[in-house]
């Protein structure tokens, strides 16, 4: 059952040097505040998945956290590529990444496969690829009914999702709507789910057939307002565009790139705090 937890409390219960981690989230709802607690505090070994990894995984990547990364896109969205996951993987720095790189077709039905605990995935979108040569997971099953040769490929089942919603009531049952990606497959296949949401409410008022996550599917819930930005939230803020541009020279350069991470993740007490210091005019210091 979902317990109300605050992030830091939230990661430092839930999240471990060396799991397999998820954080889902298409377009809006990325769960940026999630990540910065993790940067924020040290963990380390830890096996990242997600269909499309930008800016927080790059942040993530970046700072050391990440070993490992299972992922089918990544880039800055609208803008270019993730520096940080690129002089990972070309130069070890700040240590070598291992990559998993699958089909966003394959990704989402991994996931399907975990959340109904099976053990792989089937799908048609491999035939005519070149992706079994680089991944020696995809493999090939025959269809016992009609001879089909299909892809086969392990279903992803993570030691922990981690989610941004919109609202959850007092009993930990969560709401999200608007664009949605994987979050709920994500959610169902994993050991731990901590979802951080923009406010705590009485009543969900959900609409019919509305995407919802209930308590006894959450481990934690963690109110966290603007714990998407920059990304948006459907229904509460937009996406800050300018720190999507912005980010492209911060993660350029090294030492940049590790002065921001510095001044504004690792120094701060929670993403309330990082937040305020955003909107102040020093934060021009670091590009931005």
């Known amino acids: 059952m979902a317990e109300w937890l605050t992030l830091a409390e939230a990661v430092a219960a839930h999240v471990h040097p060396g799991d397999h981690v998820a954080m889902e989230g298409f377009t809006h709802l990325i769960p940026f505040a999630a990540g910065h607690e993790i940067i924020r505090q040290g963990l380390r ?28 896109w990544g880039g800055n969205p609208g803008v270019g590529s993730l520096h940080r996951f690129r002089d990972a993987v070309e130069n070890g720095w700040p240590h070598p990444l291992e990559l998993e790189e699958r089909s966003h077709s394959d990704l989402a039905n991994a996931y399907v496969a975990g959340a109904a605990n099976l053990p792989f995935a089937v799908l048609r979108g491999y035939t005519g690829s070149d992706f079994p040569r680089v991944n020696a997971n995809i493999r090939s099953i025959t269809c016992p009914f009609t001879g089909e040769v299909l892809a086969a490929t392990p279903a992803v089942r993570p ?80 996406r800050d565009n300018v720190f999507y541009r912005a980010w492209d020279p911060i993660s350029r350069d090294r030492d940049t790139f590790t002065a921001w991470i510095d001044r504004y993740v690792r120094n701060t007490r929670d993403f309330a705090e990082y937040l305020q210091l955003q909107n102040q005019p020093s934060a021009q210091a670091v590009p931005r």
């Open 159 to 238: 030691d922990v999702t981690i989610i941004h919603a919109q609202k959850a009531d007092w009993k930990g049952n969560v709401l999200l709507w608007g664009i949605l990606g994987v979050q709920k497959e994500a959610a169902l296949a994993a050991k731990r789910t901590i979802v951080t949401v923009e406010e705590r409410v009485r009543s969900l008022d959900a609409a019919p057939n509305a995407c919802i996550l209930p308590s006894w599917v959450v481990t934690a819930v963690c109110e966290v307002p603007r714990g998407a930005t920059p990304s948006y939230a459907h229904g509460y803020y937009e």
């Open 45 to 72: 070994d830890l096996s990242l998945v997600r269909m499309t990894p930008d800016l927080i995984y790059d942040q993530l990547i970046g700072a050391g956290c990440a070993t490992r990364l299972m992922f089918s």
